[in-house]
């Protein structure tokens, strides 16, 4: 399996521009995870998805976050505008469902960075 | 709300000996998950070790294992025969069966390994 996969691995912006990063789940799995991870705060949990629904959105830290899953493989994390607080590295994880062990199966990471 | 706690950011120990890294969590639930997971400095997250809270026998995988003690709320892991490459940060997450799907992890403890 090809495990989760991230694009891009490195983003590098100005304040005020937009980023969209972006994760493919590993195939079969249907919940799928944003985390943030920076040295200050830690990993934190900023939405999930179960079966491409949003179930928890309590951790996106304001309105210039946003979060789709159009479907089943695909998912994106947007900034707009970005700032630069905004700088740390975006994990994508995905899980098989809401039943089972919920073992997180993580991507590379998406490290941004904002001037 | 459940907590994880990390009470030692940094740790090292000599290669080939045995070190344990410490996790306690907080929780009302009867029923949940408890994971180590490595963060390599490569970033890319890999889970390490998995006990479910209704069994009493301490989980194990190969060098790793963990001592549970649920009335305790706490959840240590051991590394034997630590090798080189053990060295990376290490996660305590926890998961309620409740609530399943989301995770919550402590703030990472940085293992070093000496040669």
């Known amino acids: 399996d090809a495990g989760v996969i991230q694009s891009p691995r490195h983003e590098v912006t100005e304040m005020g521009q937009e980023v969209t990063l972006r994760c493919k789940p590993i195939s079969g799995h249907n919940s799928l995870f944003w985390y943030r991870q920076t040295m200050m705060r830690g990993l934190e949990l900023l939405i999930y998805f179960n079966n491409n629904v949003p179930i928890d959105d309590s951790g996106m830290p304001e309105d210039r976050f946003s979060a789709k899953m159009p479907n089943a493989s695909f998912s994106t994390l947007k900034i707009q505008p970005s700032e630069p607080r905004d700088s740390a590295v975006y994990f994508c994880?995905?899980?098989?469902?809401?039943?089972?062990?919920?073992?997180?199966?993580f991507g590379e990471g998406s490290r941004l960075t904002v001037l | 709300a459940q907590t994880v706690t990390q009470s030692q950011p940094e740790m090292s120990v000599q290669e080939a000996e045995t070190v344990t890294l410490s996790c306690t969590y907080d929780?009302?639930?009867?029923?949940?998950?408890l994971f180590w997971y490595k963060q390599p400095p490569s970033r890319q997250m890999i889970l390490v070790i998995r006990?479910?809270?209704?069994?009493?026998q301490n989980a194990t995988e190969n060098r790793f294992s963990v001592n549970f003690q649920k009335a305790a709320k706490s959840f240590s892991l051991k590394i034997s025969d630590s090798q080189l490459g053990d060295a990376a940060m290490y996660f305590c997450a926890y998961r309620a069966n409740t609530n399943a799907g989301k995770s919550t992890f402590g703030d990472g403890t940085t293992l070093t390994v000496k040669p």
């Open positions: 994880a995905s899980s098989h469902g809401l039943l089972g062990t919920g073992e997180l199966f």
């Open positions: 006990q479910e809270a209704y069994k009493q």
């Open positions: 929780t009302s639930e009867s029923d949940y998950y």
